[in-house]
Every structure is written in C-alpha cells, then in structure tokens.
C-alpha cells in the first residue's frame, strides 16, 4: 500500500502516438488535507475511493489505499467534493520494462501535462524516452490535489 512513483513534465506530445490506451479520467477530491487526501474518480465506466497519506519527504512515497466503487456512487460523490473538479485523459506508454502514464489536463489546467511512473523502489532505474522532461517529484504544487484548489490557469507566469 506504499505507492512509489516519480514525475515529469514533457518536452513534445510525442507520447501519444506511443500510448496503448487512454481513459478519461474525473476527479475530485473530498479532503485536502496535507496530511491525507480522499479522492473520488471516475475512470472510464468505473469509480474509485482512494486515500493518499502524506509524501516522504523526497516525494518519491506515500501511502495508497484505493477501492473500486460503483460509478454512481462516484458520481454522487463528485457533487460532495471541493471545489475543483479535475478533467484529464490519461496515456498509457510502455517504455522498456514501464508503463509511463500521461496525464493531459482540461478545464482549468488545460495546456498541463504531466507525466507519472510507478516503481518497485526508490532507486529503480528505468529507461527515460525523448520526449520525457523535467522531474517534477516531491512539487507538491503539481499535486492533483493542490491542481484543484490552485489550477495551472491561475498561475503566474
């Protein structure tokens, strides 16, 4: 239940043409709270409760507890949520040994992309393809739950 992962942004949309599958994904999130977060999703035809504790303090870590729910329930979820709902597609990229997955954002974080991998440990090498850019690990700012309560659109340059 410890999730490991590591995240990019990327340098080309190049991915897509290399992706075996895409899903649009909804999402909100019920708690924000730095210590723990409670997301509802809707991906695809299905819901998903997930709990997120807080990250390790390289941001490589953290705890995951995640079930499928029926997408209804989701659904009602979703109007329980903070304020804001996330829309994305995400890609699925396999790159060596990996599975690379894509998050390209709508709404209000439409023009951000970012990339994410799940690893086995910490310190798992993994192949790095063109188009992946700069590591965004431990950001907290581009957190999908802090993308909801500061969306990229707002930022300032």
């Known amino acids: 239940m410890i999730e490991i992962e590591r995240k990019f942004l990327v340098k080309s949309d190049a991915f897509k ?22 997301r509802v999703r809707i991906k695809g035809d299905k819901g998903v409760l997930t709990v997120k504790g807080k990250s390790s303090n390289n941001g490589l870590s953290r705890f ?38 894509a998050d390209e954002f709508f709404g209000d974080n439409k023009g951000l992309i970012i990339v994410e991998i799940e690893l086995k440990h910490e310190n798992e090498t993994f192949e790095k393809p063109d188009w992946l850019g700069e590591e965004l690990t ?20």
């Open 64 to 101: 995951e507890w995640e079930r499928e729910i029926e997408k209804h329930e989701a659904e009602s979820l979703l109007k329980l949520c903070e304020p804001t709902i996330i829309d994305k597609i995400r890609y699925e990229i396999k790159v060596g040994n990996h599975v690379f997955e």
């Open 138 to 157: 431990g950001n907290i700012k581009y957190y999908n739950s802090q993308l909801s309560k500061q969306p990229y659109n707002t930022w300032k340059s």
């Open 17 to 38: 043409a290399q992706a075996f599958k895409s899903t649009r994904i909804v999402q909100g999130f019920l708690n924000r709270d730095p210590e723990r977060s409670v």
